[in-house]
């Protein structure tokens, strides 16, 4: 399932699990903010995390503070806030500002943990020329289950270069899937597979990701930068799983475009 909306100042939810968690568990959305405003989230409930995409913002969480500012998702490595439930939130932007906000019920108490720039992980797949560098991506990790096995949540970016393959070869989890698309430009395009469709990726679409398996293209000249959020399944957390595609497997081999001429 894949879908965007017109945006507005504030917040823009994309999932609203009171509605329709359309299978994912989480609440998803856009934060807008533009200079001067505040935005206070408090949820008895559920944690949240926070990841800028853009501008720059002060975070306040509990007792702590931080000034935190990004130019965009392709320039510059991301904050990311994780809090969890029963957590005073207050955002209070320095000129535009754009969040990504990701929310689901947890019963865990732990102390908030801002990640930084520094502390990102970061994997350089498949820039060693693999299928003649069609699959060369960034891939970002804020947290996941082995620095953060106390929340119920996963959440990342990918730095999918112009005209390149991500997600790649085909694979597919049980835990649901969110990717929520950023391009260097308005304008730029992509495509997604999953759930057995082919859809057209476009700044600040959603796509859900519920099963089958699933792959990404950037069009040529438009670089594309997708947050990626999994909901750990209750007695099954996600693992860096990854179950391939039997049919295009073989792509794995390190000489599997040996045959192709490449004068």
Same mark, same amino acid.
């Given at each position: ?88 939130? &207050? ?157 295009? &497997? ?14």
């Amino acid at each position: 399932m894949y879908f965007n909306k017109e945006l507005h100042r504030g917040y823009n939810a994309y999932i609203d699990t009171s509605i329709d968690d359309l299978g994912t568990q989480m609440d998803v959305g856009l934060l807008f903010l533009e200079d001067g405003d505040s935005y206070a989230i408090f949820e008895p409930e559920k944690e949240t995390a926070l990841l800028l995409f853009s501008g720059k913002v002060t975070m306040t969480y509990g007792k702590e503070a931080a000034l935190c500012e990004r130019e965009d998702c392709f320039r510059e490595e991301a904050y990311c806030l994780l809090a969890p439930r029963k957590t005073a939130i &207050a955002l209070v932007a320095h000129g535009h500002a754009e969040v990504y906000v990701q929310q689901t019920i947890n019963s865990r108490d732990y102390e908030p943990v801002l990640y930084t720039p520094e502390t990102v992980q970061v994997q350089h797949a498949g820039a060693n020329g693999e299928l003649m560098g069609c699959m060369r991506r960034e891939i970002k990790t804020f947290f996941d289950y082995e620095n953060a096995p106390f929340s119920n949540m996963v959440l990342g970016e990918v730095l999918n270069f112009p005209g390149k393959w991500s997600s790649y070869p085909p694979h597919h989890h049980p835990q649901p899937e969110v990717y929520f698309y950023r391009f260097d430009h308005p304008c730029g395009f992509g495509a997604g597979f999953a759930n057995g469709e082919i859809y057209r990726t476009g700044q600040n679409g959603l796509a859900v990701i519920n099963h089958g398996f699933h792959s990404q293209v950037a069009a040529p000249g438009y670089a594309m930068c997708y947050a990626w959020g999994i909901r750990h399944l209750d007695g099954n957390p996600w693992q860096k799983t990854r179950i391939d595609d039997p049919e295009h &497997a073989w792509l794995w081999k390190p000489d599997a475009n040996d045959h192709i001429f490449q004068g």
